[in-house]
């Protein structure tokens, strides 16, 4: 895959093919783990979201059923975390 220069800032850029290898895109985010040999390795973070805010994004909602899409938008919503 190559080789990675570190900047002055002591900051690296991954190349477009590792990241589409991790399936991560402009603000997702990684995860380094330090492995034996001064190894390390690299993943997408996972997001860490809870069932708690997921049903914390129906909750309050009027009393008519929610469409599909409105249950998939709480669902990808409280998952993330996002506000």
Known sequence: MGTLTITA???VTLRRDLLRLLGVGPGDKIELS???GGRIEVRAAQPGGSIESFLGRLAGRS???LSLEEIQ???VAGWSEQP
């Open 63 to 65: 009393s008519r059923a």
């Open 73 to 75: 938008a709480a669902a």
């Open 9 to 11: 800032k002591g900051q």
């Open 34 to 36: 330090p492995l034996p």
